[in-house]
């Protein structure tokens, strides 16, 4: 890769400190970010005309946050999609980084389900669709090869949210998942707020319960694209992943339930590393099989604190982006599926690996054991996970 070596020393001041956890996400540059583009507005880039909607008996509606840092985003109820996120470049430049379409109706016909929506109840893959709880197996809907993905065939980015404004940074979603839903079992009450603050940080924050054992994965699953959505793929961006370790997969996907290190192999992102340096290395296995990355990153934490996940820098705008999640992995996937056939807001077609995704959750399959951190809520108990998308400048 061109230009890769300079461009890791400033990736590096980028990306904190691969070790670095806490209770606060890191306020460098972003606070004074500004925009050149005043009169650009996300209402502007996606009407709200287009969204209105009734889907399943339900209104939808599409909603507008902004906090004072310069970053604006589009949320619809259906599915809490995020459906844009302008953010300002090194000159104040906005662009839309966030993949997805400016109408209700190609989210409702799409192939591409995921863009930007939560997914669940289980996020990720659950081998053969089956699991077992308190001596009982239940079966789900096999939607992906062999295997179960997302929380079923309508999962919960398929389906329409109450929703709720209290200010023009906050939007509260909730949502009941009745017993049997996609075979999950238990009544399970989902509240999910998205905050986006002062200081460019897309919040979001989940609260459960359940009336039955059951087995929760909830996650976001944006499609990010530092250079504007549709402008290219993200091969150059400059990427850090605090995780010295992984849950390598076999043949489709579903972790074996092994945590192997990453030192030594084209999944190390300790050290800050353009996404398409190794992509290419089909002579490593697990790339071979994921056609790219696709993978679950066990990051460096002992608890359930806020600590940073990822960062990630592309280079030519400047812009910055920082994950950090309460959650114990991140599944790092690089856009190994898209092939230029979809087109997306201002009629740009969606390259291969023309997006990242960093969805913070706990690890896949897990509900089949491999000894990995409990996915089970049971009565009495609250499921609560916070995961924050921070947007800087790096000049």
């Known amino acids: 890769m061109k230009n890769v070596i300079p461009l ?42 287009k969204f209105d909607s009734t889907i399943d008996g339900k209104p939808v509606k599409l909603y507008y946050l902004k906090g004072k840092g310069g970053v604006q985003a589009a949320v619809t109820n259906y599915g809490i999609k995020i459906v844009g996120l302008l953010a300002p470049d090194k ?52 939607n992906n090869g062999v295997n179960h993905l997302h929380g079923g065939k309508k999962g919960f980015n398929d389906v329409v949210w109450d929703a709720e404004q209290p200010n023009d940074h906050t939007l509260k979603f909730h949502y009941k998942s009745v017993d049997g839903e996609e075979g999950y079992p238990g009544n399970l009450d989902i509240t999910v707020t998205y905050e986006l603050t002062d200081s460019n940080e897309f919040k979001i924050d989940y609260e459960a319960t359940t009336d039955k054992a059951t087995v929760i994965n909830l996650t976001n699953h944006s499609f990010f ?47 800050p590393a353009a996404i398409g340096q190794r992509v290419g290395d089909t002579s490593f296995q697990q790339i071979k099989f994921g056609n790219g990355y696709d993978h679950n990153y066990v990051l460096n934490k002992k608890g359930n604190e806020l600590s940073l996940a990822a960062s990630v820098l592309e280079p030519v705008s400047g812009r910055t982006l920082e994950v950090w999640t309460t959650e114990p992995g991140v599944q790092f996937y690089g856009g190994n599926f898209l092939n230029g056939t979809d087109t997306g807001k201002e009629g740009k077609t969606y390259a291969f690996r023309g997006a990242f995704c960093l969805e913070t959750q706990h690890f896949p399959d897990s509900p089949n054991g491999h ?20 947007f800087g400048v790096k000049k």
């Not at 590096?12 to 806490?22: F, I, R």
């Not at 939560?118 to 809907?141: H, M, T």
């Not at 402008?231 to 192997?260: C, Q, W, Y």
Request: aromatic share 8%.
């Open 91 to 142: 000159e104040g430049v906005l662009a839309d980084v966030e993949l997805g379409y400016d109408n209700i109706a190609k989210y409702v016909s799409t192939k591409e389900r995921y863009y930007g929506g939560i997914v669940g109840r289980y996020g990720n893959r659950i081998a053969k669709g089956k699991f077992k709880l308190d001596g009982k197996e239940y079966s789900l809907a096999v």
């Open 225 to 271: 694209n530092l250079k504007g959505a549709g402008n290219g793929d993200i091969n150059d961006h400059i990427m850090m992943i605090n995780a010295d370790r992984f849950t390598p997969v076999d043949s489709t996907l579903i972790p074996t339930g092994k945590l192997e290190a990453v030192k030594g192999t084209p999944m190390d992102f300790t050290t």
């Open 8 to 49: 890791l020393t400033v990736a590096a001041a980028v990306s904190l400190s691969a070790c670095q956890s806490g209770t606060k996400t890191n306020n460098n540059s972003v606070d004074s970010m500004s925009t050149k583009q005043e009169s650009l507005s996300i209402e502007a880039q996606i009407p709200a005309a």
């Open 371 to 390: 000894s990995f951190p409990t996915v089970v809520l049971k009565p009495g108990e609250t499921y609560k996970h916070t995961c924050v998308y921070k």
